[in-house]
């Protein structure tokens, strides 16, 4: 039987990100919560002038909420497209899997996200 869950990000750990670009909190992993295409629920940190560099999730869909700061997102497609996108606080984005991609935070302070992780169906 599943149960509900309760966390206080005050008791979860910073780790490094996208090989120390930036930081996160894991909150929920999907051996914690439990559906089959759920993969995991982060909280990034992004301080100014820095990225995520260039990465993609393999076969995972993301969604992230904005919730400090404002930047930069650019999508790199295989046929060689970039896309950018402005982000700003309050703004949603939907990253496709296997999707190229990289975040710039621009703000004079940290950026702060949500990042929502899915099995690609």
Known sequence: MRKSLKKSLANIPLEEAHGGSGLRQVVFLKEEVGPSNFEAVTKGFLNQGKKYEIHKHEQVDEIFVVLKGSGKVRYFYSDNKVEEFEYKEGDFFYNVADVEH???????????????????V
């Open 102 to 120: 990289e975040i710039e935070s621009l703000s004079e302070a940290t950026s702060e996200f949500y990042f929502i992780r899915f099995k690609a």
